[in-house]
């Protein structure tokens, strides 16, 4: 079997990529960019070039022989039906369901007085392949109509459209120019965010978004009509938007600055369009979001002088002043916030595990939720008056489980459970406390099959993140199944950058700090060999965005520590991340070229700029898709040119890019097969062969 796997490798004959005689000055500094023609994604050439690469990674990947068996499995663990947690408004009730095969959830409602629920949008339908998919969906304060997105191909611009609830038609109505965004009704229309539009009415997949601004939309009026209610010409770089929370007679305005972590957040009478923007909240490096509207004023929580966060109240809509605080920063930071039934739902992250804990509105400490063990928590959203609320358990062992929450009672019970076709008893979570290179000690995630003997020889996939403040808790995920069955482990580092323990250790990991992130990674990676769970000719690095990001750093970086490694989606050059779509967004996590200590952290981690000839790297998969306007696949195809150009070795350095979608699957079918090539991919390479083919 080894020596197949071998011959596999030994046959790549890579597609010939140009080189040109492209150098950017920085500080002093010359920098060779030789594959600068690669992102003009629509040239002849580079449509080309994705040809000959597509086709080299499918038949690379098609000639696998176990690749078939996983994805057979893939599909199999994923065959089960799903139900959402529901929402209501105005006597309807949604909820979206999946029965296991299809390629996109279907939103049903259910009408106080009505027997069955209805059939709202089913997103299956718009198209033969399942490329186009339902972005968001989000009813009128009167339930009269519900205005939902359109993505085409995986992409972040949407079509917003709207749809009479009582009829089910979809309305002439239709709003383009919109990235990533939804929107926030008010009376007979919404506020919503855009960017300008194109000379040519494209909207571009790479081109920088800059100059958004928000407008208002009326029901049965044409875009052109729609109001401007804040565009601010003299900062296009700004990010903006606008809502009304519930019960509010203001309509709230937030706005961002690039390289800013703070914001700014101004207020006015929502049907008062020629009033004048009052602002109430401004500072450059701690946020504060205005969540609700209760007796009079706004509450919300921020990290203003408080990093694990606080729940305030706004003490005057007049002038910026001093907040009230209602619920103080606590050792363990707050990770969620809700209020509904009259009371505030404040989730904390304890050791990358949740905790729910229930106040009053003036902050007292009412009771704390029993939960089914250590997992992540999601919901307690409502009214006021409800009585009964819904919240989400899981973990990485423990498939979703929907419960109802009695608000007087406090008592939980179960609603709803996913029936995923696996026994999870046969599965063990445990976590592990890792010390990186500085002493800081750093949680990390195993998922293994019971009974399996850990003596160094198990495939292992760490799969990382460290970034943006964003916490990975444990989440039930059927796509482990098929690797822990087969004897394999997952390890799930919890990195400096992200938000386990508040802004601190997000902190920790950002701008010239970003080499602890991964510096907490090959400590784990580390651990995993010294503690013999695996080997390095049996350990995988896996991660995607942010993520792919990590990846093509720790193979630049421990190349001998590895012996597979696969970025998806990955931000690989860091020199150049910001003038593409929302690239420039992410300064505040990764710095800035145009300041010199900040790019020379830049330089010294870009994946791009570090690969080396006459070193042997991991066998590599690079992932990518064709319409992720997020992280631009050129960030991917100049990553594959140089690999495949300084790399001289036997070990296979393939580009895999998918076609009709984003940053993330567009659809159920294609998802699975990431997967499926991903696992073939890396057992392959790592000469495992769990079904005997």
Known sequence: MLYSLLFLSLMITYPTTRRVDVVDTYHNVSVADPYRWLENDTALEVVDWVKQQRELAQDYLSRIPLRDSILKRVKEVNTFSTTSQPWHRAGVTFFYTHDGIQNHSVLYMKRDTSISPVEVIDPNRWSKDGTTGLAFASESDDCKYMAF?????????????????????????????VKNGGVSWYKSGFFYTRYPSSTDGKQSLYAGNSGQYVCYHSIGTKQSEDKIIYRDTSHPEQFCGAYVPDGSPYVVLHIGEVNQKGNTIRIRKADASGDAWQTIYENKKETFYPAEWIEGTFVGTTELDAPNCKVVRVKSLTKPVPFETIIPEGKDPISNCSWAGGKIFVTRMVDVHDRVEVYDLNGKSLTTIALPGNGNVGGFYGFADDTVLFYSYSSFTHPTTIFTYDVRMSTSKPWYKVRAPFNPLEFEERQVFVTSKDGTRVPMFLLYKKGIELNGTAPTMMYGYGGFGITYSPGFNPNYIPWLEQGGVVAIPNLRGGGEYGEAWHDAGRKEKKQNVFDDAIACAEWLIANKITSKERLAING??????????????????????????????????????????????????????????????????????????????????????????????????????????????????????????????????????????????????????
């Open 544 to 693: 995607r965005s942010n993520g792919g990001l990590l990846v093509g750093a720790l193979m630049t970086q421990r190349p001998d520590l590895f012996r597979v490694a696969v970025p998806e989606v990955g931000v690989l050059d860091m020199l150049r991340y910001h003038l593409f779509t929302v690239g420039k967004f992410w300064i505040t996590d990764y710095g800035s070229v145009d300041s010199k200590s900040e790019f020379n952290a830049l330089y010294a981690y870009s994946p791009l700029h570090n690969l080396r000839e006459g070193v042997e790297y991991p066998s590599t998969m690079i992932m990518t898709s064709d319409h992720d306007d997020r992280v631009v696949p050129a960030h991917s195809f100049k990553f594959a040119a140089q690999l495949q150009h300084v790399y001289k070795g036997e070990r296979p350095m393939i580009l895999r890019i998918e076609v009709k979608s984003g940053h993330g699957a567009i659809n159920r079918d294609k998802a699975l097969s990431n997967v499926a090539d991903k696992y073939a991919f890396i057992w392959n390479e790592m000469g495992y062969d769990p079904y005997g083919q």
């Open 149 to 177: 997105g359109k993505t085409m191909s995986g992409s972040d611009w949407r079509d917003i459209l709207v749809m009479d609830l009582v009829t089910l038609d979809t309305l002439a109505d239709t709003i383009k120019w």
